[in-house]
């Protein structure tokens, strides 16, 4: 007689528990914008213009290179923003830096290699740090891996997010929820093995080894028509390896 | 004329560096000659409601370039290895003319 009264009542606190917890608001980080549960967003230049823009301050010259197409997605839910994840990706041969001879070293063997590693590639697997500056946006620290010249590191990248759920304004330019995540970070180019031609110390003369990075990419539920699909066919075969040479 | 054949030259030869210098100062006093120029422009945008910053390409305006300090040092070398053959060229045809009067000289 005990024991069915005891589950019962145990059944009735979980019941009750489970129901607080429905009824709990959400996070202090959730975004007030009528739009919940995640979503993937696609990099899209209808909704503004991505770009990825790079500096090298160094002791002889300074430059600037812009890439102006970024590809790749995200999934995001405005009330769990720690929940974020996703993939951005630049092609190396996109850089423009103004002198078309230093886009052909930058894409040379010495430099990104862009024959051998056509991408850069920022993966995302997490969000911290998350303080809600606006009713739709928030400042916020993108966790996750920068991969670049073939090395993979992991990155910690502080950005921040606006999210606009679909209304007549929006899709005057898309169809569906957009978001713009703005960031601004530092990439050590030794820390990826990019070390200029050997024996000619470029590092720090003519190239700064701290190349300041800022992101703008904008994104929509809706997937654009042409979007920059990640690069699979511009990677090298691999050769052959030759046989070995027969013993007499 | 000839006075002013004579001074050609040389006002040429300074005055190509001199117009130079003056076009590096003139496009932006870049390190490098270069067709693109990158600059962060401000950009309002109504859609999220502030100030976008975006870099834009600027296109040189000197024959679509910015006239860089490489073509000013390239243009000052050319110039005074020009100037420097010009002296030689002269000294050496003033001392041969000097040569053959003094020759002519001897002979009468």
Not at chain 2, 20 to 44: C, F, H, I, M
């Amino acid at each position: 007689m005990i024991l069915p009264r005891m589950l019962s009542a145990t059944g009735a606190f979980v019941a009750a528990a489970l129901a607080v917890a429905q009824d709990q608001p959400a996070p202090r980080t959730a975004l007030d914008v009528g739009a919940p549960g995640p979503k993937t967003f696609y990099a899209d230049d209808r909704v503004g213009n991505n770009q990825v823009t790079f500096l090298s301050e160094s002791t002889i010259e300074d430059f600037t290179g812009v890439c102006n197409r970024v590809g790749g997605e995200c999934q995001l839910d405005p009330k769990h923003l720690e929940a974020l994840q996703g993939r951005f990706f630049v092609r190396v041969e996109d850089l423009r830096t103004g002198i078309e001879l230093r886009d052909q070293h930058l894409r040379s063997p010495d430099w990104m290699d862009a024959a051998k590693h056509p991408e850069i590639v920022i993966a995302v697997s997490g969000a911290t740090d998350v303080k809600k500056d606006a009713p739709d946006g928030a400042a916020l620290t993108l966790l996750g891996r920068c991969s670049l010249h073939g090395v993979s590191k992991e990155v910690r990248i502080p950005c921040t997010l606006k999210y606009l759920p679909q209304s007549p304004e929006t899709q005057r330019r898309v169809k569906g929820d957009l978001i713009r995540l703005r960031a601004n970070w530092t990439v050590k180019l030794s820390d990826y093995g990019v070390t200029g031609p050997k024996e000619a110390d470029i590092i720090g003369l003519k190239v700064s080894n701290d190349i300041q990075v800022k992101v703008s990419i904008f994104g929509s539920t809706e997937k654009p028509p042409e979007a920059l699909k990640p690069d699979t066919e511009s990677k090298p075969a691999e050769t052959p390896r030759p046989p070995p040479p027969r013993r007499p | 004329m000839p006075r002013v054949r004579n001074h050609l030259w040389p006002a040429l030869l300074l005055g190509l560096p001199l117009l130079t210098a003056a076009l590096w100062a003139g496009s932006g006093a870049e390190r490098l000659t270069k067709p693109v120029r990158y600059v962060e422009r401000q950009v309002r945008d109504e859609l999220f409601g502030d100030v976008q910053s975006e870099t834009q390409p600027v296109r040189g305006p000197v024959l679509g370039y910015f006239v860089g300090l490489d073509a000013v040092a390239g243009m000052t070398f050319g110039c005074a290895a020009a100037a420097a053959f010009t002296w030689f060229w002269q000294r050496r045809a003033g001392r041969r003319t000097a040569r053959a009067a003094t020759r002519e000289g001897t002979d009468t």
